[in-house]
């Protein structure tokens, strides 16, 4: 055989599909697995969404479309910035819609990165972003945050990883795994680092319809004076139970996003048609959304009460999105062996904390977008195993 390009050769798999891999596995065998480690909503996408579909299908919309998304997705996705978090981005240049968040994460570090530029990476994070940042030759400096401060980002664990080569800021709030979310007045801080120091602020929102107890989720978008250095990504994938669908947009400025269209015209021309019809329609779905948040809260109270009842698990209550990142450590500080035996033996999925980076060591994460029969048979299970 050929030889293969280095690049893709430090890249690491995404654990969370070995996790699931092995899980579907052991189901072929006939074993009944209670999945935790899978971060995507078990419910359906809205049903005007999928009706909308159909009817755009059987209407002929199969075509390729605007390379930067249809100019009437892009107005709904500017109103609904201007709506939920106060910032008007101009739809004919400053939007661009494509298929997920994760394609854009692509094209946004490909238009910024040069090779050995640092990015500064919450640790734990979401573990793709070491890997799109190594793509490209980058470095990833990891900023540590921790459970005693709620997960919460600190100025001087910042600072401490700001040098002369730092190009860039990945946020994610809330953030998967921790659903941590950051305060205004954090981001006011990052928003002046970003500036003093001359990088960009890459935030990942993709969760930010998902929060509780009424907390209105700040955007560095709306902070004032870095709107020239800030690229906002979110999706439909989760708020909207729309994950296989495949679409996202990004928020950035001008210059950024046509380097970016560049780059999505030649390799992927434009946002799936049909997607983007039903992104459309999703913007209509107020009343499943508000539902879909509201089970979430449900499970959440379940989950992060019944992982606290087991013997050696403490778990904070997250702010956001699905996931608890419970504390293991006084049961095993090797997660990923810990997360294998789970699965193996009392046949509970889970994500090793060590997969969101070296300070998720001692952690398990734990999604909650799974129903509450089987959060009550997951903790059943985790109970028998763990008092065995
Ligand atoms: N960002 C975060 C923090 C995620 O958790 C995920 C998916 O798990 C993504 C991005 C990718 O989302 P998409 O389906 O839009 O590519």
Redesign the pocket.
């Known amino acids: 055989m050929p030889q293969l390009s280095r690049r893709v050769k430090s890249i690491k798999p995404f654990m969370?599909m070995t996790v699931l891999e092995r899980a579907l596995a052991l189901e072929r065998q006939g074993i009944d697995v209670v999945h935790f480690e899978i971060?995507?909503p078990d419910f359906d996408t809205p049903q005007l969404v999928r009706e909308t579909a159909c009817q755009q299908i059987r209407a002929g919309a199969t075509h390729y479309t605007h390379s930067r998304g249809m100019p009437e997705l892009r107005e709904r996705i500017a109103a609904f910035n201007r709506d939920t978090r106060g910032v008007t981005f101009d739809p004919v240049s400053e939007i661009l819609v494509s298929?997920?968040?994760?394609?854009?994460?692509l094209m946004a570090l490909g238009a910024i990165l040069n090779p050995g530029d640092e990015v500064l990476v919450c640790d734990p994070?979401?573990p793709?972003?070491e890997n799109f940042v190594e793509f490209f030759q980058g470095r990833v400096v990891r900023v540590p945050v921790y459970e005693d401060h709620r997960f919460d980002v600190t100025p001087e664990a910042i600072q401490a990883g700001i040098t002369d080569k730092t190009r860039a800021i990945l946020l994610?709030s809330p953030?998967?795994?921790t659903g941590q979310i950051n305060s205004e007045e954090i981001l006011r801080i990052i928003a002046d680092l970003a500036t003093d120091h001359d990088f960009w602020i890459i935030s990942?929102e993709?969760?930010a319809g998902i929060a509780y107890d009424n907390i209105k989720v700040p955007s560095i978008t709306a902070i004032g004076g870095v709107r020239d250095r800030t690229v906002l990504?979110?999706?439909?994938?989760?708020f909207y139970a729309?994950?296989g669908w495949?679409?996202?947009y990004t928020c950035a400025p001008t210059p950024l996003v046509d380097d970016m269209v560049k780059i999505q015209q030649n390799f992927f021309i434009c946002p799936p048609s049909i997607s983007q019809h039903a992104g459309l329609a999703a913007f209509e779905c107020g009343v499943d959304t508000s539902a879909m948040v509201a089970e979430y809260a449900r499970r959440r109270a379940l989950i992060v009460r019944g992982l606290n009842e087991l013997p050696g698990v403490h778990c904070l209550t997250p702010a956001g999105?699905f996931y608890a990142f419970a504390n293991v450590r006084e049961i095993s500080t090797n997660s990923l062996s810990l997360s294998r035996d789970l699965l193996e033996k009392a046949h509970v999925a889970t994500t090793p904390g060590v997969v969101f980076g070296p300070h998720g060591e001692g952690y398990l994460r734990f999604s909650f977008a799974t129903s509450l029969d089987h959060i009550h048979e997951g903790l059943a299970r985790l109970r028998k195993y763990l008092t065995r």
Do not use: H, Q
């Open positions: 969370v971060g995507e298929g997920g968040t994760s394609p854009l994460f994070g979401y793709c972003y994610n953030s998967n795994p990942d993709i969760y990504l979110d999706g439909f994938s989760k729309m994950t495949r679409l996202g999105a």
